[in-house]
């Protein structure tokens, strides 16, 4: 059926769920704040002036104030000819994107009650508004709305649904999203059944995912590789990589093969965890099954190595890199160089910089960060001021953490006037400096305006002290009188 194909019967059971909320929401459509700042537009008097107004207004999500919004809704709801359903679940999505859901709910009755039909994606959005207000038992006949008129859920209206019954625990509501998927023609396939075991794995709820998994195996369904990846990948990151292993060994023993990104998975959280011995049989696995490493495999265990000190064997790691044609990029230079900086091996991060840029990888920020780091480290603040303007040059622009880098370069070398002036550029670059840094420089260049010295240590504790977010009041009364 068509967009806009509502029966009688489907809107009437649709309008008894709305109503079941007992939800009644007063609309200030004489805001005259709101009536003014529209009115001055001559483009908004007009009905094809407000509905470009409010489509802009949605598109560029500059909505802040309900109100607004409301008072928007009410002109379109009262305009001549009546705008799409369309129009209206763009604001719609904009008012519950403001979290309030049981508003919405009332202007989805509002609509209705003018004779315009809901469609797919204001149905998806009431099931959110239901999820969000512990309803779920109502989004789930939202859905039942939905099969009615015949539509197919896309995965965004079933993500909503199973975000609910997640946030709940609800195993049982899940498994009953598929007995009614089922039950409405829809084949239980590995697309549809893996919509929502996606949908509970990007919820951080993979250990419902498999529970799903097991009752789903239990009928006709069966898991693919790529469902299998997924629930392996959210396992690891909820630090459950026991469990994902266990179903390394079920996926096998069903005869699905791992691949590349299998292996990269279980490889990432053992090397998360320290288990050096599972991931090195991990690796050697891979190799005997003919699964070639990649970059992002490689990359891992660089990192790895170098968090945890073992720079030899990480540079030897980027050997075998080189020698297997597998390109190193900027993820491995930079790990590289962090390690050697975390070892105060700053001549060594240098050189491994130096490599990158001839064999033509380009550093980020990310990577000229971590040698300023190490430079303001040792001291070296001359080469890490160099570094800093180089980057600019280079077309690579400085973030927050490049600045506070500098910043606790220079005032730890007690060069508090250039670092005023670094912070007044990045302020000027759209770069606002952090709520700690920015109350550390104003003390520290009152302290300085007032005679006091501020040197090193001086800078570095008043830096530490604003970090911790736990500043005493006596200190803080204490700092006042200093300045």
Not at 324 to 345: A, F, H, M, V
Request: glycine share 6%; aromatic share 8%; with cysteine.
């Amino acid at each position: 059926m068509g967009r806009g194909g509502f029966s009688a019967k489907s809107t009437s059971s649709l309008l008894f769920v709305c109503n079941r909320l007992r939800i009644r929401v007063s609309l200030p459509f004489h805001s005259s704040y709101y009536y003014s700042t529209l009115t001055s537009s001559k483009n908004a008097e007009s009905p094809n002036g407000l509905l470009k107004y409010v489509r802009n207004e949605c598109k560029s999500g500059s909505f802040r104030n309900v109100d607004h919004a409301l008072e928007l809704f009410d002109k379109m709801l009262h305009s001549s000819p009546l705008p799409s359903i369309a129009d209206f679940t763009r604001l719609l999505g904009a008012i519950a994107r403001m979290k309030h859901y049981s508003q919405v709910i009332t202007l989805i009755k509002q609509i209705e009650s003018f004779g315009i039909p809901p469609d797919l994606y204001t149905l998806t959005i009431l099931i959110n508004c239901f999820c969000h207000l512990n309803r779920v038992d109502f989004g789930f006949s939202v859905l039942a709305t939905i099969f009615k008129l015949g539509y197919q859920p896309n995965r965004t209206t079933l993500n909503t649904l199973v975000k609910g019954f997640g946030l709940q625990g609800n195993i049982a509501g899940a498994v009953r999203l598929v007995e009614e998927m089922e039950k409405n023609g829809h084949e239980l396939d590995a697309n549809s059944c893996g919509k929502i075991l996606h949908a509970l794995c990007e919820i951080g709820k993979a250990d419902m995912a498999i529970r799903l998994l097991r009752k789903m195996e239990e009928g006709k369904f069966k898991a693919n590789l790529v469902l299998y990846n997924k629930i392996i990948d959210n396992l690891c990151k909820d630090k459950l990589v026991t469990e994902a292993l266990n179903l390394l060994s079920e996926m096998r023993s069903k005869g699905i093969q791992p691949n590349i990104i299998t292996y990269t998975r279980l490889f990432q959280g053992l090397c998360n965890f320290g288990r050096w011995r599972e991931a090195t049989t991990l690796l050697s696995e891979m190799v005997q099954r003919k699964v070639v490493p990649n970059v992002h495999t490689f990359n891992i265990l660089v990192d790895t190595l170098c968090k945890k000190g073992m720079l030899t064997e990480a540079k030897e790691v980027f050997d075998v890199m080189i020698q297997r044609g597998i390109e190193p990029d900027t993820i491995t230079y930079s790990s590289l160089i962090d390690g050697y900086c975390l070892q105060n091996k700053t001549d060594d991060a240098v050189k491994a910089f130096n490599v990158m840029v001839e064999r033509g990888c380009l550093p980020n920020v990310y990577s000229y960060s971590i040698l300023i780091h190490g430079y303001c480290k040792n001291k070296r603040i001359h080469e890490a001021r160099s570094l800093f303007h180089e980057m600019s040059n280079k077309g690579v622009t400085p973030n927050v953490v490049t600045y506070t880098i500098m910043l606790e370069g220079l005032c730890n070398e007690g060069l508090i006037d250039e670092a005023s002036e670094l912070l007044e550029k990045m302020d000027g670059n759209s770069c606002p400096p952090n709520d700690e840094t920015s109350k550390a420089m104003k003390y520290l260049k009152i302290m300085v305006d007032k005679g006091f010295s501020a040197n090193a240590t001086v800078a570095t504790m008043l830096v530490d002290l604003l970090s911790s977010n736990q500043v005493d009041k006596n200190i803080q009364e204490l700092l006042h009188k200093i300045v």
